[in-house]
């Protein structure tokens, strides 16, 4: 996949050469590594489209397409952009690391079911840290 680099951005700031590199491609067969800098980062996983990282398929869970976020800090003030909608915060690890896989709850149930897509996955962050507040719906 792409490394890219969030940059920082006002909320309601144009779109950066950076998210129309992520827009175009969608992040559909991919694992982009995103890697912000000091400050409040902004991820863009989805826009209005929608999220980025579906594998189109509603009979697995999309493991193998997301968005691999290496320093989402809150206390800096990162948020992920993403459709808006109902997402899971969830344990998981990449590469023996922990983190927190964000899903897309397709069928808004609240639980894991195969027709929810894998979006994202932060290492080094708590499910428990997370709630909607960390994320920007458009």
Same mark, same amino acid.
């Given at each position: 996949?792409?490394?890219?680099?969030?940059?920082?951005?006002?909320?309601?700031?144009?779109?950066?050469?950076?998210?129309?590199?992520l827009a175009l491609a969608l992040g559909k067969g991919t694992v982009d590594q995103l890697i912000g800098k000091a400050g409040a980062d902004l991820f863009v996983i989805g826009d209005a489209?929608?999220?980025?990282?579906?594998?189109?398929?509603?009979?697995?869970?999309? /493991? $193998?397409?997301?968005?691999?976020?290496?320093?989402?800090?809150?206390?800096? *003030?990162?948020? &992920?952009? !993403?459709?808006?909608?109902?997402?899971?915060?969830?344990?998981?690890?990449?590469?023996?690391?922990?983190?927190?896989?964000?899903?897309?709850? /397709? $069928?808004?149930?609240?639980?894991?079911?195969?027709?929810?897509?894998?979006? *994202?996955?932060? &290492?080094? !962050?708590?499910?428990?840290?997370?709630?909607?507040?960390?994320?920007?719906?458009?």
């Amino acid at each position: 996949g792409l490394e890219l680099v969030a940059r920082r951005a006002p909320l309601g700031a144009p779109v950066d050469q950076h998210r129309l590199v992520l827009a175009l491609a969608l992040g559909k067969g991919t694992v982009d590594q995103l890697i912000g800098k000091a400050g409040a980062d902004l991820f863009v996983i989805g826009d209005a489209r929608g999220n980025f990282y579906d594998d189109g398929s509603t009979r697995t869970t999309g /493991t $193998k397409d997301y968005a691999l976020v290496n320093d989402f800090n809150m206390a800096e *003030g990162d948020r &992920i952009q !993403v459709k808006a909608g109902n997402y899971l915060f969830l344990p998981g690890t990449f590469n023996r690391l922990a983190g927190t896989s964000v899903y897309s709850d /397709t $069928k808004t149930l609240g639980v894991l079911e195969t027709s929810d897509e894998l979006i *994202g996955f932060l &290492i080094g !962050v708590s499910p428990a840290q997370m709630s909607n507040e960390n994320l920007l719906f458009v």
